[in-house]
């Protein structure tokens, strides 16, 4: 995925213009792990919805494997979303009305509108592979807090992504349990190679991640451009 | 598994409040439709059918004999004002090859000649002014049933019988065996056996209507051959008109049909058709605004699982298509408990309502055509009640949803 020169302003009209994001250049490398850190209200929703093709920037061009998609329209962006992005949100949300299992097919189901029973397994596949299988029948309200983020991060997996994006995904964890679900994110994204890009407050966990990209104030700053060795990371 | 099917299935499994509400709501409207269709198409068909059980479905009765005003010039002055003449004896003499020819005309069921006019029943110095209606029984019996309306005797008309009203019967001291005299004022006179007593429905009917053989009713009336009126059975009830039109012109008689007959009683038919239709379109619009606006309250509410599932790559279609069918399942399920609380509605009325001899007032007409027109109506209404709700939903901004 690339983004050049990517702008977003807000309000116009009525309320005052207000641009949040001035110009962001990035480019994320396949099979990489990255986190995006920055202060509250400096843009990292914002950038990271815009790569999700849930927003798009009032300047600029995004590039997912080489589609160009300033100019798309809704399904056409609808249907990029669903095949190569994963979202896991700061709160979880999960659909009340569905089983685990249902929570975890919803976007393959959600895009080709039907499953089979080999999506099932899959789907059950991967709610073992974070150790919840035998929640798979429950419904979310069942589950505690870090059991429902661990279903909404292999649920982000379902269509086999080519890059997820997570906003804030410990953000409302304890400490204890943000360290278990950031290790398993790791784990996922070196057994299948997934990209990653993680939104965190939390310097710590960031620490941990081979890339770290910093927003201020809708700028990136200087070092986020440049992508340090492996080697040279703190793991 | 079908997405749109489960994901409409589920929402409204699990928002069981609103879901109750708005089944309630369509049960109740649907369930008065069902019930006043029911209600009044019973009640016409009964009425329609003790109208029609004296009367024949069209009347052919001789041409109206009108006098030639004469040529008129153009600034000429008018003499005379030509008033219509008083309608002589007017019969129809060559009825039997215009009734070959009525029975070949399609949508004839039965066709039977008359001869009838005014006379006097005497019997032990009691006179009674009655009307003489001169038949060929089979062929009457093919058009006016008469089965139902023995009270005594047997239905039979050999030459000397006639068969009269339990009014008359009872005025003149009579049962089938007694005898009668019949005068008319062309000066004939016959005694006569009484064959049967009939009840015609109408106190008026069984005080005067006396059916006798053709032949003597021809000879008692003068009529030499001729007879009156023809009545004819129409196949289909409701195209009587428009028959009765096509043997005016092919047999060059008047005809009337049932419905120009009853003017009075179609209109009032007409009219309670027509409010019943304004209470159906009404209490059906009231159930689609209602689906609306429950709806709408749902995708409110839903807000944040439809931002979550557009998030995942739902296309806008297919949340549309969720909430479409929604309103189409709403619409089935409320029309198939709606149609059992009407028909229930229904049966209980007709149950209450019952005459003195303890049968029904009026039979409720309750068919399956009305239940499957009744449900694909109200599946329609449900989908197209859902239209701005739904497409409310499908235009909901995914990121207002996830930032929350
Ligand atoms: N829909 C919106 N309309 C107007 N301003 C917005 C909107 N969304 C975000 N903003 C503003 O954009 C700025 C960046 O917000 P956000 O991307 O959520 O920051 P972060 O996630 O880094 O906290 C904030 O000042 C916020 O108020
Ligand atoms: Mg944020």
Redesign the pocket.
């Known amino acids: 995925m690339t983004l050049e020169g990517v702008k ?1 302003s ?2 116009g009209g009525k ?1 005052p213009l ?1 641009e ?2 001035h110009g962001i250049d990035l480019q994320l490398v396949e099979g990489e792990f990255a986190a995006l850190l ?12 815009i790569m999700g093709l849930l927003e798009t920037p009032t300047a600029g061009e995004l590039r997912i494997a080489d589609t160009a998609t300033a100019s798309l329209d809704d399904a056409a962006r609808t249907a990029l979303r669903n095949r190569y992005l994963g979202f896991v949100f700061q709160f979880h949300h999960l659909l009340p009305a569905f089983s685990a299992l249902e929570n975890v097919m919803m976007p393959l189901f959600a895009g080709q509108g039907r499953v089979t029973s080999q999506d099932r397994q899959r789907a059950a596949m991967l709610l073992q592979r974070v150790g919840l299988a035998e929640h798979a029948a429950k419904q979310p309200v069942q589950l505690s807090g870090g059991q429902q983020q661990r279903v909404a991060i292999v649920r982000a997996l379902m269509n086999r992504p080519r890059l997820v994006l997570a ?2 995904p410990t953000g409302n964890l304890d400490t204890q349990t943000a360290n278990e679900v950031f290790a398993l994110l790791h784990e996922l994204n070196r057994e299948d190679g997934t990209t990653f890009l993680i ?1 965190t407050h939390d310097q710590r966990l960031a620490d941990g991640c081979p890339r770290q990209i910093r ?1 201020l104030d ?1 700028r990136l700053q200087p070092d986020g451009l440049v992508s340090p060795a492996p080697s040279a990371s703190g793991r | 598994m079908n997405f749109v099917w489960t994901v409409a299935w589920r929402l409204l499994r699990e928002g069981r409040f609103q879901t109750a509400l708005i089944l309630a709501g369509v049960s109740i409207g649907v369930g008065v439709i069902v019930y006043i269709t029911a209600i009044v198409s019973g009640l016409q068909a009964n009425i329609i059918d003790r109208t029609l059980s004296t009367q024949a479905h069209v009347v052919l009765r001789p041409a109206d004999i009108v006098n030639q005003a004469p040529l008129t010039v153009p600034g000429s002055v008018k003499l005379a004002d030509i008033a219509k003449r008083t309608q002589r004896e007017n019969t129809i003499a060559n009825w039997g090859s215009i009734v070959a020819r009525v029975r070949g005309t399609p949508n004839v069921s039965a066709v039977a000649a008359m001869a009838s006019g005014p006379g006097v029943a005497q019997q032990g110095g009691v006179r009674k002014s009655i009307v003489l209606m001169g038949v060929d029984l089979d062929d009457y019996r093919q058009v006016v049933r008469l089965d139902n309306k023995l009270k005594a005797g047997r239905l039979l008309l050999p030459t000397g019988t006639a068969l009269i009203g339990k009014e008359l019967a009872a005025d003149l001291g009579l049962q089938p065996g007694g005898r009668l005299r019949l005068q008319t004022a062309t000066g004939g006179s016959q005694s006569m056996t009484v064959g049967a007593v009939l009840d015609f429905g109408l106190k008026d009917l069984n005080k005067r209507w006396v059916l006798l053989p053709l032949r003597e009713a021809q000879n008692l009336l003068g009529f030499q051959r001729d007879v009156t009126e023809i009545y004819i059975k129409s196949e289909r009830l409701f195209e009587a008109e428009s028959l009765a039109a096509n043997l005016a012109l092919s047999t060059g008689l008047t005809a009337d049909s049932w419905q120009s007959s009853n003017g009075q009683l179609v209109t009032a038919l007409k009219s309670q058709s027509a409010s019943s239709l304004m209470i159906r379109v009404f209490v059906t619009f009231a159930v689609a605004l209602g689906i609306a606006s429950v709806l709408v309250v749902t995708v409110v509410q839903r807000q944040r699982e439809i931002g979550i599932l557009r998030a995942m790559g739902t296309p806008a279609s297919r949340i549309l298509a969720v909430f479409l069918l929604q309103g189409g399942l709403v619409g089935l399920f409320g029309s198939l408990f709606g149609s059992l609380l009407g028909a229930a509605m229904a049966e209980g009325i007709s149950r209450m309502a019952k005459t003195e001899d303890g049968s029904p007032l009026f039979p409720v007409v309750l068919d399956s055509e009305l239940f499957i027109t009744t449900a694909l109506i109200a599946t329609l209404v449900g989908v197209l009640a859902a239209l701005l709700p739904a497409l409310r939903a499908a235009r909901l901004d995914p ?2 949803a996830i ?1 929350g």
């Open positions: 977003k807000y309000g309320s207000v949040v994001l920055g202060p509250s209200g400096s843009g990292k929703s914002t950038l990271l919805n906003d804030e939104v927003l809708g | 990121v207002v930032r």
